[in-house]
């Protein structure tokens, strides 16, 4: 088991409301991920960060924004939460080590805005 | 569009069967890896087979590796109840990012 957590593993909220998902790791990995992923769908890559105070916007533009302040911590926040941003949000890191690639993830967060 | 696409998109077989899935990628790479996900959890890491390298193997798992047919195969032998999941592949190029295909979902029935 990854020792990678996120909260909450689900939510429902209305329209309109601002929404934080916590990830955080304890293994001290420098690269942290966050996947959108709708059911039985790819994984999309839409933030990743290299270190604290780095992020960058992934493969899939989204509305969310990230930030990281600390090495364990890196939250999402979505300011004005949608019905499109319905999904299955995933967080993941990774060594810094050269030439180490694994992932690991943790067990998601499913939002639902209605 | 993805990097990877696994075929096929589903599979079914019997408990103590061998299952087999295909990965095929666009780009050059400098691995690829294999993930597990449990329906409705996070993904799990199962194996990474480099450019360089043609076939791994970990336990039950055997991965080949054709870069000339950007293309990659999953093989679980012996298959049991609890492997039911979908299974992922994914590339990295270059920056260290993870590209994920589609994803085969793979159910063995008891």
């Known amino acids: 088991e990854a020792d990678i957590y996120q909260t909450p593993r689900y939510l429902v909220i209305g329209t309109g409301k601002k929404i934080t998902l916590e990830c955080s790791q304890t293994?001290?990995?420098?690269?942290m991920y966050w996947y959108q992923q709708d059911p039985g769908m790819e994984l999309h890559l839409i933030h990743y960060?290299?270190?604290?105070?780095?992020?960058e916007k992934g493969d899939l533009s989204s509305e969310s924004t990230v930030s990281r302040i600390r090495t364990e911590h890196f939250p999402l926040t979505l300011e004005s939460a949608r019905p499109s941003h319905t999904s299955q949000y995933l967080c993941?890191?990774?060594?810094?080590?050269?030439?180490?690639?694994?992932?690991?993830f943790g067990p998601g967060t499913r939002l639902t805005v209605l | 569009s993805q990097q990877g696409e696994e075929d096929p998109q589903a599979l079914s077989i019997q408990e103590g069967e061998n299952a087999t899935m295909n990965c095929s990628y666009k780009t050059s790479i400098n691995n690829l890896q294999w993930y597990r996900q449990n329906s409705g959890r996070g993904l799990v890491h199962l194996i990474l087979i480099r450019s360089n390298e043609r076939e791994k193997h970990s336990g039950r798992l055997r991965v080949t590796l054709d870069t000339s047919k950007k293309s990659s195969s999953l093989l679980i032998t012996a298959s049991r109840a609890a492997d039911t999941a979908s299974y992922f592949c994914?590339?990295?190029?270059?920056?260290?990012?993870?590209?994920f295909g589609t994803g085969t979902r793979l159910t063995i029935i008891p």
């Open positions: 994914a590339t990295v190029f270059g920056n260290e990012k993870l590209t």
């Open positions: 993941a890191s990774s060594s810094d080590r050269p030439s180490t690639d694994t992932q690991y």
């Open positions: 960060s290299y270190g604290v105070n780095s992020t």
């Open positions: 293994m001290g990995h420098d690269k």
